[in-house]
């Protein structure tokens, strides 16, 4: 009976094993899904990056961009993601993948320094990296961004447990692998990395705002120190830049936007860089701009991404 029962747990293990293996190979060919269409960039080079959330993923547009300063870009803007998975995907894009970025140009802004939790609603997406686990970088940020420490090192060991935990993220990206065009980029973002925010969101998406939380939070800003660093030890030049938000209904405390502009002036100082500072050029005091308080839509992307690429032009004149 105990025979059978080893037996009976070892072929179940052997399945898991396979199904772990098959999953680990099949989840990452899914190029629809920007983080593995990034991930599958290898030993190319780009001559300017942005990397943020969404306020970099719908804002930045690569082709203006590419147009303007005749440099080759990528935007590395991944929604609703704080500065720990944007921390995660450079690394793995620089050192793993093997590809360089001349200069990086990173989104600062209140948003992104206070805790991630009040700026977005799910600022880690780990399932997205557990084809990944195995890779010591990968795990050591997943477990630095989680609270069950052990479920962590059961995902890493276990096989196929952390596909299963997270079915419903991974069945479809299972039933069929779906690849970005490398030809037609009519749906989501485009050959850039550009996804531009079509959408109205409505006049409620508007209401006057103060933010308050004057708390500008450790770790996430340990985890912008640490792009920084990694960049320049890849010997790619960093930049900061905020950008634009609809200022006539988006207030801050005295307090909170102190503690903010403290904070940022301090890693400017530390690290010697310029910053750019879009929070109040002319686009921000028109509402036909923004999708929101916070993000641009079409129409604002574009000129806003005229107006960025227009200042950097003496930088790129060569």
């Not at 140009?105 to 209140?110: A, L, R």
């Not at 997943?142 to 991974?170: C, G, H």
């Not at 925010?197 to 209401?207: C, L, V």
Request: overall charge positive.
């Amino acid at each position: 009976m105990a025979t059978r029962v080893v037996v009976f747990l070892s072929l179940c293990l052997i399945l898991l094993y396979c199904f772990d293996l098959a999953l680990t190979n099949r989840i990452p060919k899914n190029t629809v899904i920007k983080n593995y269409w990034l991930m599958n960039k290898r030993n190319e080079k780009f001559d300017i990056a942005f990397i943020g959330p969404s306020r970099v993923l719908n804002t930045i547009d690569g082709a203006v961009f590419k147009h303007k300063l005749n440099e080759a870009p990528i935007n590395l803007g991944l929604s609703g993601a704080g500065y720990a998975e944007q921390y995660l995907l450079l690394k793995l894009f620089l050192q793993e993948n093997k590809n360089s970025v001349g200069t990086l140009f990173i989104e600062t802004s209140y948003f992104n320094f206070i805790d991630p939790d009040s700026s977005f609603s799910y600022p880690f997406h780990e399932y997205y990296y557990f084809p990944y686990i195995k890779n010591n970088d990968v795990y050591d940020v997943i477990m630095d961004n989680t609270k069950q420490k052990l479920k962590v090192v059961m995902w890493r060991y276990l096989p196929f447990i952390r596909y299963a935990e997270f079915n419903s993220n991974f069945r479809p990206l299972v039933l069929f692998v779906s690849k970005k065009s490398e030809v037609n980029y009519t749906d989501g973002f485009d050959r850039y990395g550009t996804q531009l925010e079509t959408k109205d969101n409505g006049i409620s998406s508007f209401k006057e705002k103060t933010y308050s939380n004057s708390n500008m939070d450790p770790k996430t800003i340990g985890y912008l120190k640490k792009m920084i660093d990694l960049a320049r030890e890849n010997k790619t030049n960093v930049v900061l830049f905020t950008a634009p938000v609809y200022r006539k209904t988006l207030k801050y405390s005295q307090l909170a936007w102190k503690s903010y502009s403290d904070v940022l002036q301090k890693i400017i100082s530390q690290y010697k860089l310029k910053y750019y500072n879009f929070e109040s050029v002319p686009l921000c005091d028109s509402v036909v701009n923004f999708n929101d308080k916070t993000h641009l839509n079409e129409r604002g992307a574009l000129r806003f991404s005229n107006v960025f690429s227009d200042s950097l032009k003496v930088e790129y004149s060569n």
